[in-house]
């Protein structure tokens, strides 16, 4: 069964920090590349940050560039996501999701989905 599950949520302050973990299971972990999605309240949801499958190539949206950082431990099949400086704006339901074909913010490509997380942070 393929499962990815986050973790690592919860409630902060503005300019704090958090971790996210998204854990992968059932599947070629090495295989795909992980994307972490956001979604607030009354929004779509928007893609801001990849890792590639082949030589952990990272791409960030725009809103989170220079304050977020994604990683992936193969061994684990665990990406990461660091989070540093978080504004109310941050707040979302946060999700990971995998792409064997290829890799980007475009959520249509992505073929299994975490949960998510909740991350909120107030100001």
């Known amino acids: 069964e393929v499962q990815l599950v986050e973790s690592g949520g919860g409630s902060v302050q503005a300019g704090g920090s958090l971790r996210l973990s998204c854990a992968a299971s059932?599947?070629?972990?090495?295989?795909?590349?992980i994307g972490w999605f956001r979604q607030a309240p009354g929004k779509e949801r928007e893609g801001i940050s990849c890792?590639?499958?082949?030589?952990?190539?990272?791409t960030y949206a725009d809103s989170v560039k220079g304050r977020f950082t994604i990683s992936r431990h193969n061994a684990k099949n665990t990406v990461y996501l660091q989070m540093n400086s978080l504004k109310p704006e941050d707040t979302a339901v946060y999700f990971c999701?995998?792409?064997?074909?290829?890799w980007g913010l475009g959520e249509n490509e992505y073929d299994y989905w975490g949960q998510g997380t909740q991350v909120t942070v107030s100001s």
């Open positions: 999701a995998a792409d064997v074909t290829g």
């Open positions: 059932g599947f070629a972990f090495d295989d795909y590349a």
């Open positions: 890792i590639s499958s082949s030589d952990g190539s990272t």
